[in-house]
Each structure stands twice: as C-alpha cells, then as structure tokens.
C-alpha cells in the first residue's frame, strides 16, 4: 500500500486500507468501523464509495483507526477538507497545506509543481521572459513585469520553476526553458489552479485596455446567437486554432515580449434554463 501522502483521494486510501487489512487477516467493515467509533457496521464502507462524506472530527477518529498520527493525521485530514471543500480558494488551501506536510517528509506530490504553476501568474511569465533577459538580475526582470513585482518575488519563483524543471539555469547565470510550451489535462487538482489562473490573467486584461497602448494590444469580441450543435464547432474551431498560435510561437527562439492570449467564449443569457422537458 502506498504512503499516505502519496494520496490525492481520502475515500480511496480508506478503501486501499480496508482491502490490505483484509488479504493479512480477518477484518470487516464491522471491526472497522467500531475501531474508528461508529454504530453503523457499514458506515466507512459507504463513506469509501462516495456516499457518506467524513466530517473533519470524524476523520481524526478514522485516521487513528488506520494508525495514523501525526502528520500522517494531518495530510488525511487535509485529504478530506480537499475533498469536501465547496469553493476553488477553499481546495487551494487544502492542496497547499498537503503538499506542504508532504515536501516537508521529502515526498513529492506528483501534480504538486503542476497546481502550484498554474496557481500564479508569474510563473507562466517568469518561464517565458527569463530565457529571453540573459544575464538580467531579479529586480531587472521585475521591472519588466507587468503588472508591478519585486525582486524577492521574482527569485521566489525562478526558484520553483528551477526546481519543478521547468527552467534550467546554466553555469554562466542564464536560464533557458526544458519545454517549449506547458499544458494540463482536465484531471486531479490542477484545473482547480488553472481556473484561478483565468481569474487572475482576466484582471490584468481589463487593466491593459488602459494601460496599454492600442496599437500593442489586440482586443475584440463577438455576440453571437447559436444553436448547441454550432457551439461545438466554435469551441473545436477554438482549439484547432490555439494549436496553430503555438506552432507560430514556438518557430522563433527569440523573445521580444511576453504575451497572454486569452480567449473567452461564453453565454451571456440563460435561455436554456427556461426550456421545459
């Protein structure tokens, strides 16, 4: 059975638990469930299928039943608040607070450095404007920045971008990308990240219609009426044609400036909500 920090789900370390107990010796979900203090015989077995939820009380007692103590205790729990959480701010700081216990016992969270990517602005920017200063120091790249950062938050995030191997530092100083381009797929905590992420890059557009001359910004939008069978097309469309922006991005190594393309296709009335069944 795995550590416990190497766990991203609460139900299915209860079930892994449960299944080990059970190939060394006899044990139910009876014997267990009287162990974390529960009446009914079958309480943790539904709680492992997604039907009972634990609450945080609950899970110190079913922590201590799996003889976890400790950080151990402490990383399940977060397990649970990840699990239970109802906003996206509420599951970052229960993923934060996971791959904190785990990095301090030198285990590493496999999607860690992927959530903690996407969950800050600079790191997108820092990764791609670094390679392009050769020899610039922090405060150089922070005064580059827009919007404002300074220096210290510049070397915080070289740092982690190093250690993630997402950036390289070579022996003379200069720093150049391990990929050309970074993505994530629609699984585990990263799109909870990537959803913050929006928000943030949404703020500092609408601060560039002012404060960016036009001719070096490009903004536009369309109010469109479809049908859902249309919608599907735009959206493959959409994709399709990120693939070619990339393609273009990636045949120059060079790097004038740094520049977030946002592209934002949503419905703007209800309709739907209306239709009756």
């Known amino acids: 059975m ?12 209860i079930a892994d638990y449960y299944a080990e107990r059970k190939t060394k010796a006899a044990f139910s979900w009876q014997e267990f469930a009287s162990l974390a203090g ?54 970052k700081a229960a993923y934060g607070k996971m791959i904190s216990i785990a990095e301090a016992h030198q285990v590493k969270i496999l999607e860690g450095d992927s959530f903690r990517f996407f969950s800050d602005w600079k790191n997108p920017v820092l990764r791609e404007l670094a390679p392009a200063m050769p020899g610039a120091k922090p405060l150089a790249l922070a005064h580059a920045c827009r919007p ?11 740092k982690f971008l190093v250690n993630a191997d997402l950036l390289k530092k070579g022996e003379d100083g200069n720093y150049r990308q391990t990929e050309k381009s970074v993505t994530t797929g629609p699984m585990g905590a990263t799109p909870v990240a990537v959803r913050g992420l929006h928000h943030q890059m949404g703020e500092i557009a609408l601060e560039a ?28 469309e959409i994709a399709e044609f990120r693939k070619r922006v990339v393609a273009i991005a990636t045949q120059e190594d060079e790097t004038d400036e740094v520049y977030r393309m946002n592209i934002q296709f949503f419905p703007m009335t209800n309709k739907g909500l209306n239709k009756k069944g």
């Open 38 to 91: 529960f009446s009914s015989s079958i309480f943790l077995k539904y709680v492992s299928e997604g039907r009972y939820n634990l609450g945080e009380a609950t899970a110190v007692r079913v922590a201590a039943a799996m003889n976890l103590a400790g950080y151990e205790c402490d990383f399940f729990v977060e397990l649970v608040n990840y699990d239970h959480a109802k906003t996206d701010a509420e599951k």
């Open 209 to 236: 219609i002012d404060g960016v001359p036009q001719d070096e910004r490009n903004f536009s939008g369309l109010t469109l009426g479809l049908t859902r069978g249309a919608y599907d097309k735009i959206v493959n």
């Open 148 to 158: 404002k950062v300074s220096a210290a938050e510049v070397s915080e995030t070289l």
């Open 2 to 13: 795995k550590d416990i920090l190497e766990y991203t789900s609460y139900r299915q370390y």
